[in-house]
């Protein structure tokens, strides 16, 4: 992303959202998933991202409701 990175807009994301809202990444970068944890990330998926899971993720987070 030009300008920024994820982490960034992470950040920025979360203090601007009254409500927590679900991060999820998606990178190429397999050694990031413990920086994505600490930084915030709550879901990483490694390119590729099977469709499929991603999918699945996305409906578990849309029926549970945040805090």
Request: charged share 25%; glycine share 8%; hydrophobic share 40%.
């Amino acid at each position: 992303m030009p300008g920024e990175d994820g982490y960034a807009v992470a950040a920025r994301l979360r203090e601007r959202r009254p409500r927590r809202p679900v991060l999820v990444a998606v990178t190429g970068c397999p050694h990031l998933d413990n920086r994505s944890r600490a930084e915030g990330i709550d879901h990483h998926f490694l390119k590729p991202a099977d469709p499929a899971a991603l999918l699945a993720l996305l409906g578990r987070c849309a029926a549970t409701p945040a805090t």
